[in-house]
């Protein structure tokens, strides 16, 4: 089994600087020690060297059209080649517009796929009803094929085809959305479990339903996008757009040995770490520990321990 990790230090879609610097921290809190441990053969390929155009005026509201088009349309082809050369891949973000190229560069590979998106936010504005303009609160409606009449034709964006069908999602963790986004997953039916829902159902049943509702026809590889402020900001203080309530660490880290234990997780997305929002050393290490956590256990590290790997006799 190996695991090649990718880092995509970009920040442009959304508007502070400091979630670049995500793959170094993320890094540098031991996750390739992490997963080494767990016996997976590690291949590290680095970060993505993304290009700045000089000049990239919004378009329909849309801040840096072209420049969130061109980043991700070359993480597209890295995690299509990381797939098709066999690895589970794990994406560091980066901020959550990155999802675009993960996603679609995974379905390159594996079109039958299903995506399961932890977040505070459910990111599926659409240009006309995104507040912000921010790309990293779009990434999902880039995705859907039941809202590709109501996409206009971005600036950096000719490449992309929408892969997913609005059945092959399910959002965990929601608590701040906006009204266009509420209108759309009603709309289309998307499965999704608020906070409130995982106070009321319990983080086991919430788990049991989201892999029913993706898996119970046919098994399919799992994408997993973990936007880090799906955590409760006291757990993930440094990230961009932290509300209030958010899950606990034990929710999180069951959430994600769930999808280990299915055995389909084909790419993880760890995004929205910013060291530079910290309030101080302490607040962005814990953080970027609580990021290796979780990627260690969507991994398939346990809590009841393991079975030694040296020396066991064949
Ligand atoms: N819904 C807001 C927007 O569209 C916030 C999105 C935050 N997204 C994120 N990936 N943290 O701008
Ligand atoms: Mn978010
Ligand atoms: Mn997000």
């Known amino acids: 089994q190996s695991v090649a990790v990718l880092g995509a230090p970009f920040s442009r879609g959304q508007k502070r600087r400091g979630v670049e610097h995500g793959p170094k921290v993320i890094r540098d809190a031991g996750l390739i020690e992490r997963l080494s441990g767990l016996d997976y053969s590690v291949h590290d390929f680095g970060d993505l060297h993304f290009h700045h155009p000089e000049m990239d005026e919004p378009y329909m509201g849309v801040k840096f059209p072209r420049t969130v088009g061109a980043a991700n349309k070359m993480l597209s082809g890295a995690v299509s080649r990381a797939i098709g050369a066999g690895h589970t891949l794990v994406m560091l973000g980066g901020d959550h517009s990155l999802g675009i190229g993960s996603v679609s560069g995974h379905a390159q590979q594996c079109p039958d796929l299903c995506l399961i998106w932890v977040d505070a936010h459910a990111d599926v504005n659409t240009p006309m009803t995104s507040p912000s303009g921010n790309l990293h609160g779009q990434p999902v409606a880039f995705m859907l094929k039941e809202l590709q009449d109501k996409m ?150 346990t809590r009841e321990g393991a079975h030694a790997s040296i020396g066991v006799p064949p």
């Open 152 to 301: 206009p034709d971005i600036p950096g964006f000719s490449w992309t085809k929408p892969v997913l069908s609005s059945r092959d999602l399910v959002y965990i963790g929601l608590r701040d959305v906006d009204p266009g986004e509420y209108h759309i997953m009603k709309n289309l039916g998307i499965q999704y479990f608020t906070m409130r829902d995982i106070d009321r159902l319990g983080i086991q049943r919430v788990m049991e339903v989201t892999l029913d509702h993706l898996l119970a026809r046919k098994q399919r590889p799992i994408h997993l996008s973990f936007d880090i402020d799906a955590f409760d900001p006291s757990l993930a203080p440094a990230t961009g757009t932290a509300v209030n309530g958010g899950l606990t660490y034990r929710e999180g880290i069951y959430l994600t040995e769930e999808i280990h234990n299915t055995g389909l997780l084909s790419v993880m997305d760890l995004v929205e770490v910013n060291p530079m929002l910290g309030a101080n050393h302490e607040a962005v290490e814990a953080t970027a520990s609580l990021a290796v956590d979780v990627i260690a256990s969507s991994l398939g590290q």
